[in-house]
């Protein structure tokens, strides 16, 4: 069961608790982009094996969104980090290469 | 190939039964082939099996990184229908369940299929309007559906308890010649076929890299070393979006953990399958008497081919007031597998930014039943270079251009 600690309220709750919100830090194309950049944005997901940045919702909880750096092939979790950032923080990019040196951004 | 008959089974009890050859071969790889396909599962093994018996093409390798049918198809609660909604749709998955009627005859290989009648209960009022929907868009596809009362489904299936006070049963859609099969022996039954027609089926060996050359594609790397190829066809289900990013592209697909679990073996109790999207459940029972039960899917992208206990609970927990009797057995085994979701929840079969390069997936939670009709497909736009009718419209571009196979919003349907 995946247990994740929300930075907004700091209570560490299991996924019952949790709404997923798929990929983190995606970069949105809106009115006046190309066709390929709006296909790219809505539809077109990393979805990789291994390091995934993803959103998450407190849902039963403060309700907040935050985001978390998980594994999928292992469903490790190396951090959460708040939900006000464009890209994941120095602490956690430390925190995924000190268990998996090979990861490349 | 020795044909499989009572002849055979006759000849060999008189000899102790050691005359039987191995189903298919295990050759090395060779340099290269006309035409490689990713992915042993159901949808890459009838893919090759239509590109030979259709098309010809027998100079076919099927890798496969694990064993043959080992991903989801050797995972899954085995359900067979066509009662969509969508016109696409229901031809291809009508075309697929019209195959498996004669497919144990075809591939001279018993698949077990077993038209024993397929059950979607509505158990709102949005329900029973979608699926009163369904039915005449079925009437009109030439899909055999109808909308039947609960007092029938009561008679069909006396297990059930259609006055639940949170779930009623207030009818359902109707498919009796949709049912079941032995999930194995479809890939097993397509692999012989492949194997005595010619076609190589190489185990343990994983698909590392997708070398391309001017665009078009000119061969695999893999555990077993390079091997080349004129056409690439990549079918891997869960792991889709990891093989399309070796080629060079990206693609509209999560991947997910879907569940199923089976109970003790009990007497024969029920003899359709029923589903109820409501409630994220739908049972079986197998020939072995266990009850086949399929739930959820997790929410959220997971490789690690189990999921989340809570999901079982959710699924298990609501079905108990439909069927009451689930309360008293006990569940033996539960087990996952990954399955690639698509943003519209339909599936993809086609061309892609690589040349000679096809892709088939998205099948996600509901690809079993689709097998030998999307194997037939993806044959004739392998063959061709250019979909046939019924991959037209699950072509990879329907993404930008808006044009979604809506099932899963229009139908409400799970599997
Ligand atoms: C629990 C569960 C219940 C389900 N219930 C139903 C149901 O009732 N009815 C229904 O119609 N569908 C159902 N499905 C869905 C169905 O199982 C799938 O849609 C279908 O089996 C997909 O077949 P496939 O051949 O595309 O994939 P798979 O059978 O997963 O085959 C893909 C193969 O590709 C191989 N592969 C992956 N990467 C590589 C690589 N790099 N190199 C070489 N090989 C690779 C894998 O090892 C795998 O064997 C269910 C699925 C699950 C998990
Ligand atoms: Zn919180």
């Not at chain 1, 997901?45 to 750096?69: D, I, M, Q, S, T």
């Not at chain 2, 498919?175 to 089926?201: E, F, K, L, N």
């Not at chain 2, 049972?283 to 929410?299: A, L, R």
Request: proline share 5%; net charge positive; glycine share 12%.
């Amino acid at each position: 069961m995946l247990t994740l600690t929300c930075p907004c309220c700091g209570v560490t709750a299991e996924e019952t608790e949790l709404a997923p919100g798929y990929e983190a830090h995606l970069k949105r194309f809106g009115p006046g982009s190309t066709d390929a950049e709006f296909e790219s944005y809505m539809f077109a997901r990393k979805n990789p094996k291994g390091v995934h940045f993803e959103r998450w919702r407190h849902a039963y909880g403060c309700g907040k969104w935050f985001l978390a750096a998980r594994c999928t092939a292992t469903l490790e979790v190396f951090g959460t980090y708040p939900a006000q950032t464009t890209e994941p923080p120095a602490a956690i990019l430390d925190a995924i290469r000190a268990r998996r040196p090979d990861w490349k951004a | 190939m020795k044909r499989y008959s009572v002849f055979a089974i006759a000849r060999e009890a008189l000899r102790h039964h050691s005359g039987w050859d191995r189903a298919w071969a295990s050759p090395e790889p060779r340099a290269s082939y006309d035409v490689v396909i990713v992915g042993a599962g159901g949808h890459g093994l009838a893919t090759a099996y239509y590109l030979g018996k259709n098309f010809g093409i027998t100079n076919v390798a099927v890798i496969e990184k694990g064993w043959l049918g080992g991903g989801n198809t050797g995972r899954n609660t085995t359900i067979i229908r066509s009662n969509y909604l969508q016109d696409p749709s229901a031809a291809i998955y009508e075309k697929a369940r019209s195959l498996y009627e004669t497919l144990s005859q075809d591939l001279n290989y018993n698949v077990m299929f077993s038209p024993r009648g397929v059950m979607m209960l509505a158990q709102t009022h949005h329900e029973v309007r979608g699926y009163l929907r369904t039915a005449h868009a079925n009437a009109l596809q030439g899909v055999a559906t109808e909308f039947i009362t609960p007092q029938r489904v009561k008679e069909l299936c006396p297990i059930m308890n259609i006055d639940g006070p949170r779930y009623p049963v207030l009818g359902a859609l109707w498919q009796p010649r949709g049912g079941t099969a032995r999930h194995d022996a479809v890939a097993w039954g397509y692999a012989r076929a492949c194997s005595a027609m010619g076609m190589h089926i190489i185990q343990q060996c994983e698909v590392k890299g997708v070398r391309s050359e001017g665009g078009a594609v000119t061969g695999v790397e893999t555990t077993k070393g390079f091997i080349g190829c004129n056409k690439l066809g990549i079918v891997v289900a869960g792991h889709s979006g990891q093989v399309a990013d070796m080629a060079g592209f990206r693609l509209p697909v999560e991947a997910v953990a879907l569940q199923a679990l089976v109970s003790e073996p009990i007497k024969p109790c029920m003899d359709v399958v029923v589903m109820a999207n409501t409630v994220h459940g739908y049972m079986s029972q197998s020939d072995k008497g266990e009850m086949v039960i399929g739930g959820g899917t997790d929410g959220f992208n997971n490789f690690t081919q189990r999921g989340s206990f809570h999901h079982i609970e959710e699924t298990l927990r609501a079905l108990v007031e439909t069927f009451p009797m689930l309360s008293r057995l006990k569940m033996l085994r539960q087990w996952g597998g990954i399955v690639d979701m698509t943003g519209d929840r339909s599936p993809i079969i086609s061309k892609t930014p690589l040349g000679n390069c096809f892709i088939n997936c998205g099948w996600g939670t509901g690809g079993f039943k689709a097998i030998p009709g999307s194997g037939w497909a993806m044959a004739e736009l392998m063959a061709k270079g250019e979909p046939g009718p019924l991959a037209r419209d699950f072509n990879l571009w329907r993404f930008r251009e808006g044009q979604f196979i809506d099932e899963s919003v229009a139908a409400g349907v799970a599997h």
